[in-house]
């Protein structure tokens, strides 16, 4: 009860003026970027990261995360009507949802989705609320060897979801930490692998960096596949018919379940929990050849679960500064970015700032209902707007946003390089999200293993001397163990991708 | 340890063609560059470990898990080198954008955001629209930009004597 009162204070200032309108601004981008294929909630927070450099970190983040869970709702739309997922945890809407619109049900499909995704996002959301303080209390007992095995058990979980090869993964997540050591060393502030270059004596802008493997590369492999933009079809009823509801209610209980729990590990992403209600639906139905043919339960489930997910994956950020998906790495870096370090002193420290964001979550996880509701027609419009006009749009943007950064051309070099790179790695099924994650918390990590190790004298065997910290190192050599099991076992498969970008 | 880069050297060559052997290979030359300027910092200090005492532990284990990759991209082929760039048409279109940001990027201190954006959108729409069509949509965005940016976001954007 004693996260009320803060909450209230939150929803004050998440109704002024300002913040209400960068929250309905937030949640309509989030649409679109959702609705538009190519983009997903990565890229759109990646690229429109540099616009909320002015902005005060109230309305910045409350925009910012507004983008992110208002795409999972815009995927829906597309998925539905024209069979094209806006993005990749809509996939799963398709094989239904596409199926209803044909029979003449697009309506009902997303008027489930919209009402599955509000009770799964909110009741995330509530989640948050309740767990987030206590979780960031305990997590403040947490010295430096406690944050090092935290992160150490965050990244082993990601190359260990993330990638279709273990090797593949770790290497990715190992480069993204070498990029970390570029410029100054936290520690003693000595100059690293700056090679003389003024621009790096501050290392790489992680903008920069997000915006060249997230926007360009996507740009750059978009643009090898030629889309055509197909007329969406009648919207019809928005609701299920009487004797529907019961297994749609189900469906977005379990669907809610799964999405949450989903969103507390680090290196999932919002595929996993779609896949895994979808599968769950299906084992549990009565009839189970119903589903691909149009099953209600099929758009449910899976479209409350990811939105749940979303809203789940902000846990682990507000409470213990780890970011668990790529895009939560993207709302790490815009923290930072206006001066606020995620993690547990932030509830004590901000506590305004955080309250101001969740009450914010709640208000546009209600506006996204009402835009999805009646406008559901007027979004599936906007799907049909051609690859050749997005695509110019997305790169001069990126070429904005990277120039913002320090107003220098080097940071477009340095976004242009990095895109080049996230297309090859994309080719080469290298996962470029433990890039991202490894490079946004690598001066973190290194600077906590720095501080343990001197107080342990040099012995790394210290860290199993700390009840917290060995079992957190202990449980991530099993789970390193496991996934390289599974990966000589080549049972890796298509959850594994970079699936949120 | 021999037999083993004899073996390793071997499987390369049957993987001249092999995108994922380059790529390892290239990966390779960044870890041991990391790993070689890494003897430059200190390892240790009074205090305990110094500036050069992680780099030097990611560097190596860096080069190790690259050998790895090498290996394994060699073993189980692929990705072929022509798999990994576009033929044809998506090439040539993929050329034409990074021209585009090639040409904004080394003349828009010069030149102002409008002039080097119109060049750079005008690359990526002429492939799809008449001469004349990307021209002035290419102008006008570029224009709507600077002065969304500039004017309504107070971005500063690059421009040149005219103030465009």
Same mark, same amino acid.
């Given at each position: ?10 929803f004050?200032t998440a ?5 209400? =309108?960068?929250?309905l ?7 679109l ?17 540099p +616009?909320t450099?002015?902005m005060?970190?109230?309305?910045? &983040? ?5 983008i992110?869970y ?5 995927g829906? &739309?597309t998925?539905v009507?024209?069979?094209? *997922?806006g @993005? ?7 094989f239904d949802g596409?199926?209803m ?6 309506g ?5 989705a919209?009402?599955?995704s509000f ?5 995330a ?14 997590? =403040?007992?947490?010295?430096p060897p406690?944050?090092f ?7 082993v979980?990601?190359?260990g979801?993330m !990638?279709?090869s273990?090797?593949?993964?770790v290497i990715?997540?190992? &480069?993204g930490l070498? =990029? ?5 060393d936290?520690?003693s ?5 700056t090679?003389g270059e ?10 920069? &960096? ?10 750059l492999?978009g643009?090898e596949?030629?889309?055509?933009? @197909? ?8 609701f299920?018919r ?16 799964i999405?949450c729990? %989903?969103?507390l590990?680090?290196?999932?992403n919002?595929?996993?929990p779609t ?8 084992k549990?139905?009565?009839d ?6 149009g099953?209600?339960e099929g758009v449910?489930?899976?479209e409350t679960?990811?939105?749940?997910y ?8 507000? %409470?213990?500064?780890?970011?668990s ?5 993207v709302?790490f ?8 370090t995620?993690?547990?002193?932030l ?6 700032f955080?309250?101001?964001?969740i009450?914010s979550m709640?208000?546009? $996880? ?8 009646p406008?559901a ?6 799907a049909t707007?051609?690859p050749?006009m997005?695509? *110019?749009a ?7 946003g ?7 051309v ?13 297309y090859?790695?994309k080719?080469?099924?290298?996962p ?5 994650l490894?490079?946004?918390?690598g ?10 190790l001197?107080y342990f004298k040099g012995d ?6 700390? *009840?917290?910290a ?9 789970l ?6 599974a990966?000589v076992? $080549?049972?890796r ?6 699936a949120?970008? | 340890?021999l037999?083993?880069f004899?073996?390793l050297? @071997?499987?390369m060559?049957?993987g001249?063609n092999n995108?994922?052997?380059w790529?390892? +290979? ?5 870890a ?9 910092l200190?390892y240790s200090t009074r205090?305990? *470990?110094?500036?050069?005492f992680?780099p030097?532990w990611?560097?190596?284990g ?7 990759y090498i290996?394994d991209?060699a073993? $189980?082929?692929?990705?072929s ?8 048409r998506?090439?040539?279109?993929i050329l034409?954008?990074? !021209?585009?940001?090639?040409v904004f ?6 030149s102002?955001?409008?002039i080097?954006?119109s060049?750079?959108?005008?690359a ?6 008449k001469?004349y069509t ?8 570029a224009v709507?930009? =600077?002065?969304?940016?500039q ?6 954007l690059p421009v ?5």
């Amino acid at each position: 009860m004693e996260s009320f009162l803060p909450l209230l204070d939150g929803f004050a200032t998440a109704l002024a003026g300002w913040n209400l =309108l960068y929250c309905l601004i937030g949640v309509t981008i989030g649409m679109l970027v959702g609705i538009l294929p190519g983009l997903g909630p990565t890229t759109g927070t990646a690229l429109l990261l540099p +616009i909320t450099f002015s902005m005060e970190p109230v309305p910045a &983040i409350i925009m910012l995360a507004g983008i992110y869970y208002g795409s999972l709702y815009g995927g829906t &739309i597309t998925s539905v009507l024209i069979n094209t *997922p806006g @993005e990749a945890a809509s996939v799963a809407t398709c094989f239904d949802g596409y199926p209803m619109a044909r029979q003449g049900r697009a309506g009902t499909a997303l008027g489930v989705a919209a009402i599955g995704s509000f009770i799964g996002g909110t009741f995330a959301v509530i989640s948050l609320v309740f767990i987030g303080p206590p979780l960031a209390e305990f997590a =403040l007992k947490f010295g430096p060897p406690e944050f090092f095995a935290l992160m150490v058990l965050g990244l082993v979980m990601v190359v260990g979801l993330m !990638g279709k090869s273990i090797i593949r993964g770790v290497i990715s997540a190992v &480069i993204g930490l070498t =990029l970390s050591l570029v410029g100054m060393d936290p520690i003693s502030g000595a100059l690293r692998f700056t090679f003389g270059e003024l621009h790096l004596m501050e290392g790489f802008d992680f903008v920069t &960096i997000a915006m060249g493997l997230f926007g360009i590369s996507e740009v750059l492999q978009g643009m090898e596949m030629s889309m055509h933009a @197909e007329k969406p079809p009648k919207v019809g009823s928005l609701f299920p018919r009487r004797e529907e509801w019961k297994p749609t209610l189900m469906a977005i209980a379990r669907g809610t379940g799964i999405g949450c729990l %989903t969103g507390l590990i680090p290196g999932s992403n919002a595929v996993i929990p779609t896949i895994l209600s979808y599968t769950v639906e299906k084992k549990m139905a009565k009839d189970p050849s119903r589903f691909g043919k149009g099953a209600i339960e099929g758009v449910a489930g899976p479209e409350t679960a990811n939105n749940a997910y979303c809203g789940a994956a902000l846990i682990p950020l507000f %409470t213990l500064g780890i970011p668990s998906s790529p895009t939560i790495a993207v709302l790490f870096g815009a923290f930072i970015m206006h001066g606020l370090t995620p993690g547990p002193a932030l509830f004590q420290s901000n506590a305004n700032f955080v309250w101001s964001v969740i009450a914010s979550m709640f208000i546009g $996880n209600a506006i996204l209902l009402i835009m999805n509701l009646p406008l559901a027609r007027m979004w599936g419009k906007i799907a049909t707007i051609p690859p050749k006009m997005l695509y *110019p749009a997305i790169v001069i943007v990126s070429v904005l946003g990277a120039y913002s950064v320090s107003g220098s051309v080097w940071d477009i070099w340095v976004m242009i390089v990095f895109g080049l790179l996230g297309y090859v790695m994309k080719k080469l099924d290298i996962p470029m999200a433990p890039v991202v994650l490894t490079f946004v918390l690598g001066k973190m990590i290194e600077s906590s293993l720095l501080q343990s190790l001197m107080y342990f004298k040099g012995d790394f065997l210290g860290f199993f001397h700390r *009840p917290i910290a060995g079992t957190l190192l202990a449980l991530a050599i099993v789970l390193l163990i496991l996934a390289v099991v599974a990966s000589v076992k $080549n049972k890796r498969g298509m959850l594994a991708d970079d699936a949120e970008v | 340890m021999l037999s083993i880069f004899a073996s390793l050297f @071997e499987r390369m060559c049957h993987g001249v063609n092999n995108a994922g052997v380059w790529a390892g +290979i290239v990966i390779l030359v960044y870890a041991i560059t990391i790993f070689y300027q890494s003897f430059s910092l200190d390892y240790s200090t009074r205090l305990g *470990p110094g500036p050069g005492f992680f780099p030097r532990w990611l560097s190596g284990g860096l080069i190790a898990l690259t050998l790895m990759y090498i290996w394994d991209s060699a073993k $189980n082929t692929i990705i072929s080198g022509s798999d990994l760039w576009p033929t044809g048409r998506a090439l040539s279109t993929i050329l034409s954008m990074l !021209g585009g940001l090639v040409v904004f990027t080394t003349i828009v201190d010069y030149s102002g955001f409008v002039i080097a954006g119109s060049i750079l959108l005008f690359a990526m729409f002429i492939r799809d629209y008449k001469w004349y069509t990307a021209l002035g949509a290419s102008v006008a965005i570029a224009v709507l930009l =600077l002065f969304v940016f500039q004017s309504l976001l107070g971005v500063t954007l690059p421009v040149n004597e005219f103030g465009w």
